[in-house]
């Protein structure tokens, strides 16, 4: 069983960064495959990067050169730095792990770009 909590989370300006972060419990993190997700508001749950055990990443085009996820395996944390943002950005992003497919959730937290 894996427990995330997602920080980090804010109000920021276009053109603003903010760094989340996400903290796992569990001694298997660093065997996990670890996202971020955003879901803006009356819209679906989107993915934005996920980060493989051996640190391979991938983006969603909407983010790619704008924002980077990493991991830091012995603190059981996986960060997602953003930078340039921009109002669409808005919404509650949401830290996901699993193996073949994300079982474990957080809560979420709210981002808010301001135009």
């Known amino acids: 069983q894996v427990q995330l909590v997602e920080s980090g989370g804010g109000l920021v300006q276009t053109g603003g960064s903010l760094k989340l972060s996400c903290a796992a419990s569990?001694?298997?993190?660093?065997?996990?495959?670890v996202a971020w997700f955003h879901q803006a508001p009356g819209k679906e749950r989107e993915f934005v990067a996920t980060?493989?055990?051996?640190?391979?990443?991938s983006y969603a085009d909407s983010v790619k050169g704008r924002f980077t996820i990493s991991r830091d395996n012995a603190k059981n944390t996986v960060f997602l730095q953003m930078n340039s943002l921009k109002p669409e950005d808005t919404g509650v992003y949401y830290c996901?792990?699993?193996?073949?497919?994300?079982?474990?959730w957080g809560q979420g937290t709210q981002v808010t770009v301001s135009s």
């Open positions: 569990g001694r298997t993190f660093s065997t996990y495959h």
């Open positions: 980060s493989s055990p051996s640190g391979g990443t």
């Open positions: 996901a792990a699993g193996y073949g497919s994300y079982v474990y």
